[in-house]
């Protein structure tokens, strides 16, 4: 990692298997004028781009209509769908002749936060023709804890059941996801155990966190340990009483880190009790990351403090051997900062772009596969002999193949 900037002027790389997709969004990411290096001072303090981005509010509040989803074991997940500001709800509607405008899933972390990053890429989203949804948690975000069960750190059963809601709603709209920092967890999650059955046409995630046993267990700077605990407990606070029937509440709230609190939350239940290591096993983001089918574009920088510096934290194998995932690596940006001259984050944008790059090449491979199917239709059509010559058979084959070329995977 360090030698690499050695050769990149511009202060990013685009590190992924070399593929048709990664190529096609190579160049248009060359476009953008957000990754050009600006000089600004606080482009080095990756502690105050983080800080800007979870403690200051939005620009702008959003207009939320919530949707409570009722899941198969009674519990309820919470929807928000972004219907304002109206400004820019009119933009939508006016630059979209068909109706069905592209849906964008937003996953917030896991701590049920909505920081102004999330906000602002709503917000953004919206003036592009989007149609935000937000997923929250059980009990997180005033959304009601009517079970005596939370969600793991990598079950995507809630997910699932969310997913398959917001298609029926919306059968004919293309439908993208993003997630923010350990968000990245439950998507990726999802993203393995379903497949090519996801529904999703591609994938972004902001400072994601792979090994995530690892990061609980190495902690974090004091700073951001006490925040991110101290949140914690005042969401888990509400539902003190009732926690008291399936978890030791006491030493759940003396809990001095947040690995401690997280195993006493998910492994130590009297009705189940399981090993940090086992729960790992079942709840790791990257476990089935084999099975992962659609484009997926992770947003990283080397300075990042929450997840900790890239030599260790990031998969980079992962990236050069799978050619569904890419893997934009910033030299700063904090963790989901990524602020320029101004207080808008450049990965909004650049996220957007790549959900319009993957768009046009997919519409680019049908057309392509089209006219394929085309060509052999009218080759076929002109066939008139019942049999075929040995030496017009061989210009036949030769032919089929190169017809057919476009059968290959945009992976390879």
């Given at each position: 990692?360090?030698?690499?900037?050695?050769?990149?002027?511009r202060?990013?790389?685009?590190i992924c298997?070399s593929?048709?997709?990664?190529?096609?969004f190579l160049?248009?990411?060359?476009c953008?004028p957000?990754?050009?290096?600006i000089?600004w001072?606080?482009?080095?303090?990756?502690?105050?781009?983080?800080?800007?981005?979870?403690l200051l509010?939005?620009?702008?509040?959003l207009?939320?209509?919530?949707?409570?989803?009722?899941?198969a074991d009674?519990g309820?997940?919470a929807?928000?769908w972004v219907?304002?500001?109206?400004?820019?709800l009119?933009?939508?509607?006016?630059?979209?002749a068909?109706g069905n405008?592209?849906?964008?899933?937003?996953?917030?972390?896991?701590f049920?936060?909505?920081?102004?990053?999330?906000?602002?890429?709503?917000?953004?989203?919206l003036?592009?023709?989007?149609?935000?949804v937000i997923?929250?948690?059980?009990?997180?975000?005033?959304?009601?804890l009517?079970?005596?069960?939370?969600?793991d750190?990598?079950?995507?059963?809630?997910?699932?059941?969310?997913?398959?809601y917001?298609?029926?709603r919306?059968?004919s709209?293309l439908l993208?996801?993003?997630?923010?920092?350990l968000?990245?967890?439950?998507l990726?999650s999802?993203l393995?155990e379903?497949?090519?059955?996801s529904?999703?046409t591609?994938?972004?995630?902001?400072?994601?966190v792979?090994?995530?046993q690892e990061?609980?267990?190495?902690k974090?700077p004091?700073l951001y340990?006490?925040a991110?605990?101290?949140y914690?407990k005042?969401?888990?606070?509400r539902?003190?009483t009732?926690?008291g029937?399936i978890?030791?509440?006491e030493?759940?709230f003396?809990?001095?880190?947040l690995?401690?609190l997280?195993e006493?939350?998910?492994c130590?239940?009297?009705?189940?009790?399981?090993g940090?290591d086992?729960?790992?096993?079942?709840?790791?983001?990257?476990?089935?990351v084999?099975?992962?089918?659609?484009p997926?574009?992770?947003?990283?920088?080397?300075d990042?403090?929450?997840?900790?510096?890239?030599?260790?934290?990031?998969?980079?194998?992962?990236?050069?051997?799978n050619?569904?995932?890419l893997?934009?690596l910033?030299?700063?940006?904090?963790?989901c900062?990524?602020?320029?001259d101004?207080t808008?984050a450049?990965?909004?944008e650049v996220?957007?772009?790549?959900?319009?790059s993957v768009?046009e090449?997919?519409k680019?491979?049908e057309?392509?596969?089209?006219?394929?199917?085309?060509?052999?239709?009218?080759?076929?059509?002109?066939?008139?002999?019942?049999?075929?010559?040995r030496?017009?058979?061989?210009?036949?084959?030769?032919?089929?193949e190169?017809i057919f070329?476009?059968?290959?995977?945009?992976t390879?």
């Amino acid at each position: 990692f360090g030698s690499s900037w050695d050769y990149c002027p511009r202060g990013y790389e685009l590190i992924c298997k070399s593929s048709a997709l990664a190529n096609w969004f190579l160049k248009d990411i060359q476009c953008l004028p957000e990754l050009e290096p600006i000089r600004w001072c606080w482009r080095s303090c990756p502690h105050l781009q983080t800080l800007v981005q979870h403690l200051l509010p939005a620009d702008r509040p959003l207009e939320l209509c919530r949707d409570h989803l009722q899941l198969a074991d009674s519990g309820l997940v919470a929807l928000d769908w972004v219907v304002g500001p109206r400004q820019s709800l009119r933009m939508r509607r006016g630059t979209n002749a068909t109706g069905n405008p592209p849906l964008l899933l937003v996953i917030p972390n896991p701590f049920g936060k909505l920081t102004r990053n999330i906000q602002n890429l709503c917000f953004q989203a919206l003036e592009k023709g989007y149609y935000p949804v937000i997923f929250n948690r059980r009990g997180q975000n005033e959304c009601p804890l009517t079970t005596l069960k939370l969600q793991d750190f990598g079950e995507p059963g809630d997910l699932r059941e969310a997913v398959t809601y917001i298609r029926f709603r919306h059968p004919s709209s293309l439908l993208f996801a993003v997630s923010e920092g350990l968000g990245s967890g439950l998507l990726l999650s999802y993203l393995g155990e379903c497949g090519s059955s996801s529904y999703l046409t591609a994938v972004s995630c902001i400072s994601p966190v792979f090994r995530c046993q690892e990061w609980f267990e190495n902690k974090l700077p004091w700073l951001y340990e006490w925040a991110l605990l101290l949140y914690q407990k005042t969401i888990l606070s509400r539902y003190f009483t009732v926690l008291g029937e399936i978890l030791p509440t006491e030493k759940l709230f003396d809990s001095q880190s947040l690995q401690e609190l997280h195993e006493i939350l998910h492994c130590e239940r009297k009705t189940k009790k399981v090993g940090w290591d086992d729960y790992w096993e079942q709840n790791d983001p990257l476990r089935d990351v084999d099975e992962v089918a659609v484009p997926v574009l992770c947003i990283c920088s080397m300075d990042d403090p929450i997840r900790g510096p890239p030599e260790s934290t990031v998969p980079i194998e992962l990236f050069r051997t799978n050619p569904y995932f890419l893997l934009l690596l910033t030299r700063y940006g904090g963790h989901c900062g990524f602020l320029t001259d101004s207080t808008i984050a450049w990965s909004h944008e650049v996220t957007l772009d790549y959900f319009r790059s993957v768009t046009e090449f997919f519409k680019a491979e049908e057309k392509t596969k089209r006219l394929a199917n085309r060509r052999y239709s009218n080759m076929m059509s002109k066939r008139r002999r019942p049999t075929l010559q040995r030496r017009d058979l061989s210009a036949y084959r030769d032919l089929e193949e190169e017809i057919f070329s476009w059968k290959r995977s945009y992976t390879r």
